[in-house]
């Protein structure tokens, strides 16, 4: 005999438990807290809901719910919005085998008007939940580090070869603000590789150039330009402003600049360096890993090692390098993964050979060791003499080892 609306919920009455938002709250902070199962559609969860809550509409209910609760004796405390959706909820999760289910009096309304506190994700528009659609759908990503990433604020040290593909990546993956520091303007040679830029824009400041490029990609992303050379002067005023630092200037006075401001100001650095055909890219942040002078503590003697105008770089190398460094940004505001610490990637392109090299951290490092010599920072430009893009010092320092 068909149901009325009215029996079903008498039924579901019977067999669901109601408990009242304050006891729901005193469980929460139990030993043994319950499953608290929103059963809201997902506007209604973006709008607050209680903290620690999981979303599972109802629609998905069935589908999801042995996924998302596997354990079928683990208390389960369902909740909607006034609470008769999580009623019904509860009957079928009573059907499925869950042996412990009840649902919250008065749902998410009640909860709200006792003055218990809630959780509101960042709300996103219409157009930014297409825009990061295919973030949402990773678990490591999702909405929560979705709002991480547009709060997230990176700086990019050049707009040329590595922060060109770095940066772009970066607007496209929603990384909200960014700042360029590049004091240089968009020249013909440059087009071969620093992706950012077009032929029209010659001329033009490289900030700027990338300012629009940016933005024409994803009106999200702030970019805060720095129309300066980094120097010992500015980079503590520049980098304070930024979570993850971005090093695409390959050059050794902006390395060893960058690797100190960073240590002194525990930022997180993500390094790349690029050489004709071969390429590498590391994070450092110690003491969870070595920085550069673990590895190397000096700069190398002028005119030593010849920069990228004078030696020449395969055009798509900075592309592969600078997105993984972009990679290892992202990765760092999401906390997933293992970052690149004490690890780096070398890429040898005419080989098609990648390897991975493990670095060693020096406890007696002049800058990030126990007892630091360098505790200022040094313009080396004054002694160095590089100005452009150069290799990274390859040859054998004790610190590093092939790590397959
Ligand atoms: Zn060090």
Sequence with gaps: MAKTYQQIMDEARR???????????????????????DVREKEEFRQGYVPGAMSLP????????????????????????????????GRILKELGYSDV?????????????????????????????????HFLLPEVGEVGQ??????KVLCIGAGGLGSPAAFYLAAAGVGTLGIVDMDVVDLSNLQRQILHTNDRIGMPKTESARLTLQALNPDVKVVEFRERLSSENAFRIFEQFDVIVNGCDNFPTRYLANDACVMLHKPL??????QFEGQATVSNPPAGPCYRCLFPEPPPPGSTPSCAEAGVLGVLPGLVGCVQALEAIKLILGQGTPLLGRMMHFDTLSGEVRLLRLRRDPKCVVCGEHPTVTQ??????????GGEGPAQASGPAGVSSAA
Aim: proline residues 6%; hydrophobic residues 40%; charged residues 25%.
């Design 58 to 89: 109802r629609g998905f209910l069935e589908m999801r719910v042995e996924e998302a609760v596997p354990d079928k004796s683990q208390p389960i405390v369902a909740y909607c919005a006034g609470g008769t959706r999580s009623l019904l909820a």
């Design 270 to 275: 993500v390094d790349g360096a690029i050489w």
């Design 102 to 134: 009840r649902s919250m009096r008065g749902g998410f309304t009640a909860w709200k008007n006792k003055g218990l506190p809630i959780t509101e994700d960042r709300q996103f528009t219409a157009e930014q939940q297409i825009r990061y659609s295919r």
């Design 377 to 386: 920072l040094i313009d080396y430009e004054m002694f160095c003499g590089l």
């Design 147 to 152: 709002a991480k990433l547009l709060d997230a």
């Design 15 to 37: 067999l669901v438990p109601e408990v009242s938002p304050d006891e729901v709250q005193n469980r929460l902070g139990s030993a043994a807290p319950p499953v608290v199962l």
